[in-house]
T-cell receptor, first 115, second 113 residues
Framework: ETGVTQSPTHLIKTRGQQVTLRCSSQ?????VSWYQQALGQGPQFIFQYYREEENGRGNFPPRFSGLQFPNYSSELNVNALELDDSALYLC??????????????FGPGTRLTVL | DQQVKQNSPSLSVQEGRISILNCDYTNSMFDYFLWYKKYPAEGPTFLIS?????DKNEDGRFTVFLNKSAKHLSLHIVPSQPGDSAVYFCAASVRNYGQNFVFGPGTRLSVLP
């Protein structure tokens, strides 16, 4: 069984650019969530996708957008990058059970640096 | 405004002794709590969870205690081992509202041999 994988591992961009981060869910998982972890802080929920539809969103501006594909892999897109977007971006997948909060399985993250 | 707080950024414990990591929350709607462990260069891994209908959950060396009236939970590790050295995150959520977990800032545990 393959775990959650993310690419790339590290990324350096400049302010104003756009970035796409990728995540492959664990086999059998149809829900993926994205988190931003700034230095010295806990992960902060960006949004969740369930069966290719957004299923909840945290307090992040619209320039943070996502996609989930039929194979349940996912992308996080960030437009107009700002210096404060520098962080570790974590993807987590889980088997979604309606009405029940299940555990999530995290990938190793993508470290984004915005200069 | 942090809804989940871990007021100790770091903790050092001798091998074999008990480690106690604390977590406080402000949102009384939270009804499901988890602890995650994170090693450097890895994603957080699930450790143990507790529902608000219980006040204790045990899994091997790990026990989580929940005090709903105080909005406080704690993770006990007994006995502590050097491999337990990691950052521990407390997370909370509201069931039936999806899996939007709110994480605390983490506590770095160092278990000294």
């Amino acid at each position: 069984e393959t775990g959650v994988t993310q690419s790339p591992t590290h990324l350096i961009k400049t302010r104003g650019q756009q970035v796409t981060l990728r995540c492959s869910s664990q086999s059998g998982h149809n829900t993926v969530s994205w988190y931003q972890q700034a230095l010295g802080q806990g992960p902060q929920f960006i949004f969740q996708y369930y069966r290719e539809e957004e299923n909840g969103r945290g307090n992040f501006p619209p320039r943070f957008s996502g996609l989930q594909f039929p194979n349940y892999s996912s992308e996080l897109n960030v437009n107009a990058l700002e210096l404060d977007d520098s962080a570790l971006y974590l993807c987590a997948s889980s088997p979604f059970a309606s009405g029940v909060t299940d555990t999530q399985y995290f990938g190793p993250g993508t470290r984004l640096t915005v200069l | 405004d942090q809804q989940v707080k871990q007021n100790s950024p770091s903790l050092s414990v001798q091998e074999g002794r008990i480690s106690i990591l604390n977590c406080d929350y402000t949102n009384s709607m939270f009804d499901y709590f988890l602890w995650y462990k994170k090693y450097p260069a890895e994603g957080p891994t699930f450790l143990i969870s507790i529902s608000s209908i219980k006040d204790k959950n045990e899994d091997g060396r790990f026990t989580v205690f929940l005090n709903k009236s105080a909005k406080h939970l704690s993770l006990h590790i007994v006995p502590s081992q050097p491999g337990d050295s990691a950052v521990y995150f407390c997370a909370a959520s509201v069931r039936n509202y999806g899996q939007n977990f709110v994480f605390g800032p983490g506590t770095r545990l160092s278990v000294l041999p």
